[in-house]
């Protein structure tokens, strides 16, 4: 069976300083993978998504930036956190290009101060 | 326009009762439109979904209802249990360069009481 791994589970990370949000997925190859983030007490908005290895469409603008440099594996960077980044990031799985479900993994909590 | 209207934003019901969540949608261009349940500091859990060909699905206590012309779905939660208490997220999404969009409603908070 697929298991999505998210880490770390929560972080505090103060204002420029850099950020690294690790995702895997294992059970599935050539998965499409996305970053979401969710703002206390609001939906999820999506950021990032990767059809690929080294494939990555951004959806909004902002100091975020995605990577995928294996097949399974999802990364969300910033080079300066800013206060507005503090969120729940979510990464997210579907079957490649045949289906329409997409399974979260259980998120990161971070607060930016 | 991409937006996902979801209302009510707080709901509490009683324990046996239904409950009903509704969503609307603009973009005709959806095609796709999935239930997420979600419990404190966890990530969403896919509940159910439909397509937009379907007018109503049902697995267990939860059924979707989608009326296309009005451009409106409904999640109702038949016999309405506490462990049912969790927010709810609508979401509508489409194809785009091979990857599936989704784009959420503002969510639920269900409460069911005893």
């Known amino acids: 069976s697929q298991t999505i791994h998210q880490w770390p589970a929560t972080l505090v990370q103060p204002v420029g300083s850099p950020l690294s949000l690790e995702c895997t997925v294992e059970?599935?190859?050539?998965?499409?993978l996305y970053w979401y983030r969710q703002a206390a007490g609001r939906g999820l908005q999506l950021l990032f998504y990767?059809?690929?290895?080294?494939?990555i469409s951004s959806e909004v603008p902002q100091n975020l930036s995605a990577s995928r440099p294996q097949d399974r594996q999802f990364i969300l960077s910033s080079k300066k956190l800013l206060l507005s980044d503090s969120g729940f990031y979510l990464c997210?799985?579907?079957?490649?290009?045949?289906?329409?479900?997409?399974?979260f993994g259980p998120g990161t909590r971070l607060t930016v101060t | 326009q991409q937006q996902v209207k979801q209302s009510p934003q707080s709901l509490i019901v009683q324990k046996g009762g239904i409950s009903i969540i509704n969503c609307a949608y603009e973009?005709?261009?959806?095609?796709?439109f999935p239930w997420y349940q979600q419990f404190p500091g966890k990530g969403p859990a896919l509940l159910i979904a439909?397509?937009?060909?379907?007018s109503e699905k049902k697995e267990g206590r939860f059924t979707i209802s989608f009326n296309k012309s009005a451009k409106q779905f409904s999640l109702h939660i038949m016999d309405s249990q506490p462990g049912d208490s969790a927010t709810y997220f609508c979401?509508?999404?489409?194809?785009?360069?091979?990857?599936?969009?989704?784009?959420f409603g503002t969510g639920t908070q269900l409460k069911v009481e005893l």
């Open positions: 997210a799985w579907s079957v490649g290009t045949s289906s329409r479900e997409q399974y």
């Open positions: 979401a509508a999404s489409m194809w785009v360069g091979g990857g599936n969009k989704l784009t």
């Open positions: 973009n005709t261009a959806f095609d796709y």
């Open positions: 059970g599935t190859s050539n998965p499409n």
């Open positions: 439909i397509r937009p060909d379907v």
């Open positions: 990767s059809v690929g290895i080294g494939q």
